[in-house]
Nanobody, 128 residues
Framework: QVQLVESGGGSVQPGGSLRLSCAASGRPFSTFAMAWFRQAPGKEREFVGGINLNSGSTPYADSVKGRFIVSRDNAKSTVYLEMNSLKPEDTAVYYC?????????????????????WGQGTPVTVSS
């Protein structure tokens, strides 16, 4: 089991930046691939970005590529989502998730069904 707790959400103007954190506890953090998902009101949860075990693979959704960066610090059992050039359409509740799937561990992965542990979410609002 692993417990995930997100923080860092809030309100920001378009073009601004935020950095989300997700702290893990329980099983060793270095045994999980990690990812960020988001869910906007009335929409399905969608993949944002992921990171494999050794940070060598970081897939991103096309909508955030070049603006968002996922990173991890295994010593601190924490995964981060740095969000830049934020747009109103980035408004959502952001969730971190952990996976022990072999493919995810090696390459990172996007499918919601491959992530077994989820945080409670942190809201992000982008508005002028």
């Amino acid at each position: 089991q692993v417990q995930l707790v997100e923080s860092g959400g809030g309100s920001v103007q378009p073009g601004g930046s935020l950095r989300l954190s997700c702290a893990a506890s329980g099983r060793p953090f270095s045994t999980f691939a990690m990812a960020w998902f988001r869910q906007a009101p009335g929409k399905e949860r969608e993949f944002v970005g992921g990171i494999n075990l050794n940070s060598g693979s970081t897939p991103y959704a096309d909508s955030v590529k070049g603006r968002f960066i996922v990173s991890r610090d295994n010593a601190k059992s924490t995964v981060y989502l740095e969000m830049n050039s934020l747009k109103p359409e980035d408004t959502a509740v952001y969730y971190c998730a952990a996976s022990s799937d072999y493919g995810c561990l090696r390459y990172g992965c996007q499918a919601t069904s491959l992530y077994h542990y989820w945080g409670q979410g942190t809201p992000v609002t982008v508005s002028s």
